[in-house]
């Protein structure tokens, strides 16, 4: 794209710093969002940080979904840009309220450096303690300027009293110069330190700030001595700061101490991410954050079991705006007999009814075969996406989500490492024919498909027009069998993407006959590279011939993740 003449000159004028004093007085504030992009786009942190620390506007976001061919805001710059946040709170130029970071995070060591989403979220962090440190510090120096104003008041006070009262003493010395209590004894007294006379008080004749401030306690508690501490102050918030938080052992407390204390940054929740945390401190962190904004939770690797997740359930249900929920590796193993499993996975059950306004639920490797009709029924609104890999599904599990209202309305739907054989295929056949309308991501690697399995499955794949990815890795097919199946994919005029495993014959002999999903990965593929060369030219070739050259076929084993493997 052809960048316009306001980029062009906005990169001209943020690559010289030494320049910035004479152009930031006077540049208008309409302009501030082009010379702050190009400042992200060409690196330059400094600029960053002053243009942030005077913005004119009372929002500005960063992040987001960026363009094709934008790379992601460099480290040094969204540093220098929660530091300019800070510095900005002190700043009255600045007029932000309103700052969202959500989607501003990338995968740690991209290319650019750009800042992950577990670095994001300590900094935010260490932003928000920082701001609440500065409003304390201001708040002490604005309370000892004002004690010493208070006290150097009442030294003048005192100062006009002492002078009126010697001049009143001066005169009765005039008029009654043999009467007792005269200046004579007055001296007398005073140098004697005698407490009868008419000489100055105790707190009169001391002259020491701290000093005089501690007999006034004294005099105020009865002559004992009381400590005292300043008042937490009351930070108003100054700035609401959004951002996608992610949590886990290692920054726990840094969020809990940001979250939990008052100050001029008040950090929001778009979507939270947890993972190697415990159900009390996962609780903890829900009933931190705000009820009004959290979009999604995700937790992992967390040992919750059925009992604890069903303890969270309800503090989730206080996040009104709550679509998607991500459970994944939570050790829900339920195969086991445990005793009150089954009032377990019912309160579970009940919990996630109260989400009402769910649409995304992903269950990976819960292990809660038999128990989909259990889960899915007490849900209020049927689900739009749908990921139950590693669930160990069964034949009644897939019968149920055929018939089951959410059939009709999914978009997305992952079925991976489920095993599946001639008795769940009927299920699966009506479950494609009800999501046929709005289908358009479907994922079944590793579920065991062999060209036959695969045969009586291609004619309900076909009638999914409205589909763009497929996922089919690890699947036992032969090359006849792959050949059917690109041939249906080339049918579905939407399809963007189709990952296909490698046929049986680029493997070395010796594989067993219906191989699993963990067999395919790690057994060897034959050495010679024109085994596999053949097979993409020959695939290659079926695209031309027909026109699909928008269709990407990509290989599984060059774009499946491992660890997901058992």
Same mark, same amino acid.
């Given at each position: ?64 979904r960026r363009r094709a061919g934008q790379s992601p805001p460099n480290r040094l710059c969204v540093q220098a840009l929660l530091l300019a946040v800070v510095r900005g709170l002190s700043d009255k130029r600045c007029a932000l309220q309103a700052l969202d970071l959500c989607g501003l995070q990338c995968e740690e060591g991209g290319v650019g450096d750009p800042m992950g989403g577990w670095s994001l979220t300590v900094a935010l962090c260490t932003m928000a303690v920082q701001a609440r440190a500065g409003a304390q510090r201001a708040h ?199 005793? @009150?499993?089954?009032? +377990? !996975? &019912?309160?579970?059950?009940?919990? %996630?009814?109260? =989400?009402?306004?769910?649409?995304? /639920?992903? *269950? ?97 794949? @076909?009638?999914?027009? +409205? !589909? &763009?990815?497929?996922?089919?890795? %690890?699947?036992? =097919?032969?090359?006849?069998?792959? /050949?059917? *199946? ?81």
């Amino acid at each position: 794209m052809v960048p316009s003449l306001v980029n062009l000159c906005a990169k001209e004028v943020v690559s010289d710093h030494s320049s910035s004093a004479s152009w930031l007085n006077c540049v208008p504030r309409e302009l501030y969002g082009s010379l702050l992009d190009a400042a992200f786009t060409n690196c330059r942190p400094l600029a960053v940080g002053e243009l942030v620390q005077r913005w004119p506007e009372r929002t500005l976001r960063v992040g987001g979904r960026r363009r094709a061919g934008q790379s992601p805001p460099n480290r040094l710059c969204v540093q220098a840009l929660l530091l300019a946040v800070v510095r900005g709170l002190s700043d009255k130029r600045c007029a932000l309220q309103a700052l969202d970071l959500c989607g501003l995070q990338c995968e740690e060591g991209g290319v650019g450096d750009p800042m992950g989403g577990w670095s994001l979220t300590v900094a935010l962090c260490t932003m928000a303690v920082q701001a609440r440190a500065g409003a304390q510090r201001a708040h002490r120096k604005e309370g000892e300027r004002e004690r010493k104003r208070v006290l150097a008041m009442e030294r003048e006070k005192d100062v006009v009293k002492r002078e009126r009262g010697w001049g009143k003493r001066v005169g009765e010395e005039k008029e009654e110069p043999g009467e007792e209590g005269g200046p004579g004894e007055w001296v007398r007294n005073v140098q004697e330190g005698s407490d009868t006379g008419t000489g100055p008080r105790e707190e009169e004749r001391t002259t020491g700030v701290r000093r005089r401030m501690e007999m006034e306690r004294k005099r105020m508690t009865g002559g004992k001595a009381v400590e005292t501490e300043d008042p937490e102050p009351d930070c108003e918030v100054l700035v609401r700061v959004r951002a996608d938080l992610f949590i886990n052992a290692r920054s726990w407390e840094r969020v809990r101490m940001a979250l939990g204390t008052a100050g001029p940054l008040k950090l929001q929740c778009r979507y939270l991410r947890v993972e190697e945390l415990s159900v009390s401190s996962i609780g903890t962190l829900l009933d931190l954050l705000p009820s009004q904004g959290v979009l999604g939770v995700d937790i992992r690797y967390s040992c919750l079991g059925v009992a604890g997740l069903a303890l969270l359930l309800p503090q989730l249900s206080t996040f009104s705006s709550l679509t998607s929920l991500r459970l994944h590796y939570c050790n829900l193993d339920v195969r086991r007999d445990l005793a @009150g499993q089954e009032g +377990a !996975l &019912r309160d579970m059950s009940d919990g %996630l009814g109260q =989400l009402g306004q769910l649409r995304r /639920l992903s *269950l990976t490797a819960l292990r809660l075969p038999g128990h989909l009709r259990m889960l899915l029924s007490s849900l209020s609104h049927p689900l739009e996406v749908l990921e139950l890999p590693y669930l160990s599904l069964t034949p009644a599990d897939l019968s149920y989500l055929s018939c089951s209202p959410h059939a009709a309305t999914l978009q997305q739907l992952d079925l991976s490492e489920n095993r599946l054989d001639e008795s769940t295929l009927p299920s699966l056949r009506r479950l494609l024919s009800q999501a046929s309308g709005g289908l358009l991501h479907l994922c079944l690697s590793g579920c065991g498909l062999n060209d036959g399995l695969l045969g009586a499955l291609l004619p309900s794949l @076909g009638c999914c027009r +409205a !589909l &763009r990815s497929l996922g089919l890795a %690890l699947n036992p =097919l032969s090359l006849t069998g792959l /050949l059917e *199946l690109v041939r249906t994919a080339i049918r579905l005029p939407s399809l963007k993407q189709l990952l296909y495993p490698n046929p049986l014959e680029d493997y070395q002999p010796g594989l067993p006959a219906l191989p699993s999903s963990a067999q395919l990965l790690d057994w060897p593929l034959e050495e010679m590279m024109e085994v596999h060369e053949a097979t993409s030219l020959r695939l290659e070739n079926m695209l031309t011939e027909s026109g699909r050259s928008d269709l990407l076929l990509t290989c599984d084993l060059l774009n499946y993740d491992k660890d997901m493997v058992d």
